[in-house]
């Protein structure tokens, strides 16, 4: 609307022109569409879902959800696969990371290449290659017996192990990219300085590397651990019923038993952990760091 | 040892997507290992199966749907946020990523609470806009980097020679910023297109390929899912060398680790 009645105005002086290019109001009405869009159905949705969970004007169903053990039980383990799958992503994240900032350029594309495609690849797609990489017939197994080292095909589908398998896969890519994007910001004339003044590898890792891509880490970090913790496609196919994590036990209660209420305070309880993990990560290390 | 160690990622990363191909041209109707023989009758069941290929167009139906609506919304929202001098900017532009962050799950079940009241379940265009939700913070981030590298200079330029407003901004501001506009796009439809959790409450009985295959998946043991995943992953790469012609890659995570 300010848009398409300024088109027709007359040809102005650079000094006008940017004062006008910061436009205060006619700026703030193209903002409207994208926030009616997210307060219809995101702001909205979620304030009835909250108000769901405190029906009745009682705490019943977070009482429901936070004593019997049942519940916190399952937020435990949420709590503990994400965090396993966010430290195993980031030993193995690292060291590729950093081949990937210090090789040359064809192999930089080429392992680039191996990190997006994965990534850009859907999730269920991945979580499918791994039940037939993991399956009891699946390829490990097959592989395993031929070659003559297994009598019985081992159990791997439907564990813990084939959930943290699956999930780091999914969110590798996650880690990798915000240290390498830290990793390439550093002066390549410091470490070889260091070295120069004959400091060994691991001297050179701990006093320059790590510190100085402590962001990427706590990005990365951040990023994997907040979004393993909301985990649903993954866990309900590797885990085969067995590996319940937070996200399945809402979406039992809404699709089987139409629990509302009951769902709506397990998604508040998740959001609230959620929002906390990420504010202690974020903010908290990046207040530490000076920003 | 580093590079052993990267070696091992990169095939870790790689061959979960690689074991799909010799698994989808398998002549056998089990997951078998190696396949018993080569056949393309997983390709010839997907193409020839209604079900699956209305489940596909109605992915890409609604794919699109998003991509122009998040692009449209999103633009805006950007230009807004780069350009205006108006309280509450940074409170948006912090905000704008929630959407990520939230659980799928949370949000699904709260859109899917809205629809049922609303009589929305099972249309297209419900889970379009639903799915505009999760693409908008990615293309806004996407966008917002690519305005703020703007020399917002050009624009003045265009103005200072006659060009009104949204000449000035269609002829000159666009065109440069189409690497970042192409990158938002191909961000917003992966995100619908390979979107599950929001469809499995409010796509109804009317399946979107994801839907369809992870049914697929947990109801019976056969490589039709491996051959649309290896079409996927096809088009997946082709997009992505695409992409690498247009300069900027799309990364999610640079977006959200400003």
Redesign the interface.
């Known amino acids: 609307m300010t ?2 009645s ?4 007359p ?4 000094a006008e ?2 004062r006008s ?11 409207w ?3 009616l ?2 307060l219809l ?2 702001v ?3 304030a ?2 909250f108000a ?1 969970s405190f029906e009745g004007g009682n705490l019943e169903w977070y009482e429901k959800a936070l004593t019997g053990g049942l519940y916190t039980t399952i937020l435990l383990r949420t709590f503990e696969i994400a965090a396993i799958v966010t430290l195993c992503c980031l030993l ?2 690292y ?2 990371a ?2 990937l900032a210090t090789t040359t350029p064809a192999w930089r594309a080429l ?8 990534l ?7 979580t ?6 993991l ?1 009891r ?3 490990i197994n ?2 395993l017996i031929d070659s003559g080292l297994l009598e019985q095909p081992l159990p791997m589908l439907n564990s813990k192990m084939a959930v943290i398998l699956g999930m780091v ?1 999914v969110m ?3 880690m990798i ?2 240290i390498y ?1 830290a990793l390439t910001r550093i002066d390549p004339d410091l470490p070889k300085a260091a070295r120069g003044l004959g400091a060994s590898t691991p001297r050179i890792v701990m006093t320059i590397y790590l510190p100085l891509t402590l962001r ?1 880490i706590v ?2 970090v951040t ?1 994997v651990f ?2 393993s ?2 985990f ?2 993954t866990p309900a ?1 590797l885990g085969g019923g067995k590996v319940l994590m937070f ?1 399945m036990v ?2 039992q209660q ?2 089987e038993f139409l629990a ?1 209420n009951f ?1 709506g305070a397990l ?1 508040v309880i ?2 609230a952990v ?2 906390l993990a ?1 504010t202690v990560l974020n903010q908290g290390v990046a207040r530490h760091l000076g920003d | 040892m ?2 052993v ?2 070696g091992l ?2 095939a ?6 690689l ?2 191909f010799p ?1 989808s041209f398998s002549s056998g109707t ?5 396949p018993p023989g080569f056949s393309l009758k997983w390709y010839v069941r997907y193409f020839g199966d209604t079900a699956w290929i209305d489940a596909t167009y109605r992915s890409l139906q609604i794919g699109a749907a998003t991509t122009v609506l998040a692009l ?3 633009i ?2 950007a ?3 780069v ?4 309280r509450g900017r940074s409170l ?1 532009e912090n905000g704008i990523s ?10 699904s ?6 629809f049922s009241r609303l009589g929305l379940i099972g249309e297209w265009y419900g889970v379009a ?2 799915h ?2 999760l693409a ?1 913070p990615f293309v ?1 981030i996407v966008l917002l980097a690519g305005l703020r590298d703007f020399d ?1 200079n050009l ?3 265009a ?4 060009a ?4 000035a ?1 269609r002829t000159v501001t666009l065109p440069i910023l189409a690497p970042s506009v192409y990158s938002a796009a191909f961000l917003a439809f ?1 995100t619908s ?2 979107e ?2 929001v469809a499995m ?1 409010i796509a109804g009985a009317n399946m979107t390929l ?1 839907k369809k ?2 049914d697929n ?2 109801s019976e043991i056969e490589p039709t ?2 051959a649309v ?1 290896a079409i ?2 096809v088009l ?2 082709a ?2 060398v695409l992409g690498t012609r247009l300069r900027r ?1 799309a ?4 977006a ?2 400003r």
């Open positions: 848009l398409s300024a088109a027709s105005a040809p102005l002086r650079a022109a940017r290019s910061a436009f205060p109001l006619g700026a703030l009405a193209l903002t569409p994208a926030l869009l997210l159905l995101f909205l949705p979620l009835r879902l769901l193995i994240g060291p590729v950093f081949l392992g680039f290449a191996f990190v997006m495609l994965p850009w690849t859907s999730v269920l797609v991945r499918y290659a791994w039940m037939v990489l399956g017939n699946g390829i097959r592989l896969h590798l890519p996650f990219l915000p994007s990427g990005a990365g990023l907040v979004v913790l909301g649903y496609i196919l996200a809402i979406e809404v699709r509302w769902a998604s998740l959001l959620t929002l990420f | 580093l590079r160690v990267s990622v990169f870790f990363l790689m061959l979960p997507l074991v799909l698994i089990y997951l078998r290992f190696p449209l919304l999103g805006l929202l230009f807004g946020l350009r205006g001098r108006f948006i929630a959407p990520i962050i939230v659980p799928h799950i949370v949000l079940i709260a859109i899917y609470g809205l806009i639903a505009t939700v908008l806004v917002v624009e003045l330029a103005r200072g020679l006659g009104g407003r949204l000449a901004v992966i297109f390979d599950l959790v409450f994801p295959m992870f998946i947990l899912v491996a995943s996927q992953i997946v790469s997009l992505l890659p990364t999610p995570t640079n959200l680790t």
